[in-house]
């Protein structure tokens, strides 16, 4: 066992502060890893509070790991002492189930074992990267390319994946129309994603606040939704509607800006219960749809790709102490567009 360092939430009400706890000792298939960077997801936030149920505290957050392997097992052979590599929302799953042997290991019917939050495969917690080390199976270990800095790189583990799987998924590319609606930490990769792929980006806001930014982000177009003509304007417009924002909506306007046989997902997690006119998705067989991460597999893929593309996160790098004020920060979207934790300030 190895002793690590930490910030956890040791209740609901309790702010997050200054936590030990022991690591298993790595085994023969497991990676050492040195967490680096950490990023601030807003469902650490909901789990921290826990407005999802099922809160396992003390809990210590965090899934959008990025550091570098200090120690690797006996069998493993996809990593070496050095490496620059990333944890995602899961570090197990059943490996056998239909999902598992298909490569879409994220829809586990079993289920995942959850990065924090979650009980291992012994029955014991799982603590994530708001630490100083972690110990992954090295199936559920990513490698981050050597080119993307590793703060700007940790975003990609949830926020960057959670995007780029249904932009893949439903065929994001030259000549389609992609819409996200949302400009914050999700919205902001499905941005720079799509532009790579090369797909006609807009961006659909509830105000134009933001539209400069979407443009800088490599938007086409950027919209309000407060504006009456904007739903008009862009009627039957997109192949494809991705909906970032965790909050509940009406779904009826946004579905009549989809094309025919076209698709809106939801990828945001929402409080409370949306709208749904069922005449929004019968008129031209339009799709409402949901997704979930990625596979193991594809946020490889996807880190690959960024790596190609040179896309990281736009990110503002924070101390362990400042994470309560970053969760507040957040809540009020005063951020651009993720907040990283610096892992070595826990030495401090």
């Not at 469902?43 to 809990?59: A, K, N, T, Y």
Request: hydrophobic share 40%; net charge negative; glycine share 10%.
């Amino acid at each position: 066992m190895s002793q690590a360092s930490a910030y956890a939430a040791q209740s609901v009400k309790t702010p997050l502060g200054p936590f030990s706890f022991e690591r298993r000792e790595p085994g023969p298939n497991d990676v050492l890893i040195d967490i680096k960077f950490c990023g601030i997801c807003h469902s650490d936030l909901h789990q921290v509070r826990d407005e999802w149920g099922g809160g396992i505290f003390p809990m210590v957050p965090g899934h959008e790991i990025a550091g570098v392997v200090r120690a690797i097992g006996s069998a493993v052979t996809h990593f070496k002492v050095g490496d620059n590599v990333g944890v995602g929302c899961f570090v197990d799953s059943c490996r056998t189930c239909v999902e598992c042997t298909a490569g879409d290991d994220n829809y586990c019917q079993v289920g995942i074992t959850l990065t924090y939050n979650g009980r291992d495969k012994q029955g014991q917690p799982t603590y994530g990267g708001y630490s100083d080390h972690i110990v992954v199976d090295e199936n559920y270990v990513l490698h981050i390319p050597e080119n993307l800095p590793l703060d700007a790189a940790s975003p990609l583990l949830c926020a960057g994946i959670t995007l780029y799987s249904p932009l893949k998924h439903w065929g994001a590319g030259p000549g389609k129309r992609v819409a996200i609606i949302g400009l914050g930490g999700l919205g902001h990769m499905g941005v720079k994603l799509a532009h790579a792929m090369g797909a006609h980006v807009t961006v659909l806001s509830q105000s134009m606040k933001k539209a400069d930014d979407a443009k800088k982000l490599g938007a086409d177009e950027f919209y309000a939704m407060s504006d009456p003509e904007t739903v008009k304007k862009l009627h039957n417009s997109f192949d494809l509607i991705i909906s970032t924002v965790g909050v509940a909506m009406d779904f009826t306007p946004y579905l009549t800006m989809l094309k025919k046989d076209s698709t809106m997902v939801l990828v945001g997690a929402p409080e409370g219960n949306s709208e749904l006119n069922s005449f929004g998705l019968i008129a031209n067989r339009k799709s409402l749809a949901g997704s979930m991460i990625g596979s193991i597999e594809e946020t490889q893929e996807m880190l690959d790709f960024c790596g190609r593309h040179n896309i990281v996160s736009d990110i503002e790098v924070i101390n362990a102490d400042y994470i309560n004020e970053a969760y507040e920060r957040m809540l009020k979207s005063d951020v651009r567009y993720r907040f990283v934790i610096d892992l070595e300030s826990l030495k401090k």
